[in-house]
């Protein structure tokens, strides 16, 4: 049980736009910065967004992050076959130190 | 460019022990918090714990369920952090990736990420 609550699956079609819940408390989300982790099949993590809503460089506009509250979400759009991946959030908690979502799995269809 | 290698991963028996390296190259290593992060087969990610760097007191914390059996260590002299492991359990068995850490406080709340990761190395817990 993770104390970062992600849906454990979410698909759409090629072009379309897909989002990413990441649902907490204000002991972590409320209070913190949340960032996002793409694991493509087979290989380590990836930082896909940091502080909410920022982008490392080389990671494309179509990725996109926002918070609101006690969860934060993260958007695709212009999905491609090659997003097909495992998303996480994860954030700081005052209480577990550093906390990880469940996982998202994607499903391009 | 920013590499993390992972090492000493491999199969050990419940109880016994075992220590992992990640050997860091393309920066400067003692500037930066470093990670242990873990994946069970089939699972997701599993924060392990963060050594701190030496302007902050290299100093350590860990997730409740590794506290007082596992330890991350570092040797800035070596770009290498460490993570000893005693009286493993089968549930430890998994991938384990370093991390680079990026963090601040900000007035609205603390900034903390892992910006790189290595390839990971797998442990294996069985008798």
């Known amino acids: 049980q993770s104390v970062l609550t992600q849906p454990p699956s979410v698909s759409a079609a090629p072009g379309q736009k897909v989002t990413i819940s990441c649902s907490g408390s204000?002991?972590?989300?409320?209070?913190?910065?949340v960032s996002w982790y793409q694991q493509l099949p087979g290989t380590a993590p990836k930082l896909l967004i940091y502080?909410?809503?920022k982008r490392p460089s080389g990671i494309p506009d179509r990725f996109s992050g926002s918070k609101s509250g006690t969860s934060a979400t993260l958007g695709i759009t212009g999905l491609q076959t090659g997003d097909e991946a495992d998303y996480y959030c994860?954030?700081?908690?005052?209480?577990?130190?550093?906390?990880f979502g469940g996982g998202t799995k994607l499903t391009v269809l | 460019e920013v590499q993390l290698v992972e090492s000493g991963g491999g199969l050990v028996q419940p109880g016994r022990s075992l220590r992992l390296s990640c050997t860091a190259s393309?920066?400067?290593?003692?500037?930066?918090?470093m990670s242990w992060v873990r994946q069970a087969p089939g699972k997701g990610l599993e924060w392990v714990g963060f050594?701190?760097?030496?302007?902050?007191?290299?100093?350590?914390e860990y997730a409740a369920s590794v506290k007082g059996r596992f330890t991350i260590s570092r040797d800035d002299s070596k770009s290498i952090a460490y993570l000893q492991m005693n009286s493993l359990k089968t549930e430890d068995t998994a991938v384990y990736y370093c991390?680079?850490?990026?963090?601040?406080?900000?007035?609205?709340?603390?900034?903390?990420?892992?910006?790189?990761w290595g390839q990971g190395t797998l442990v294996t817990v069985s008798s």
């Open positions: 393309g920066f400067t290593f003692g500037d930066y918090a």
């Open positions: 994860g954030t700081w908690d005052s209480s577990l130190n550093w906390v």
């Open positions: 502080d909410n809503n």
């Open positions: 050594i701190r760097s030496k302007a902050y007191g290299g100093t350590t």
């Open positions: 991390t680079r850490d990026q963090g601040d406080y900000y007035g609205s709340g603390r900034s903390y990420y892992f910006d790189y």
């Open positions: 204000s002991s972590n989300i409320g209070n913190n910065y």
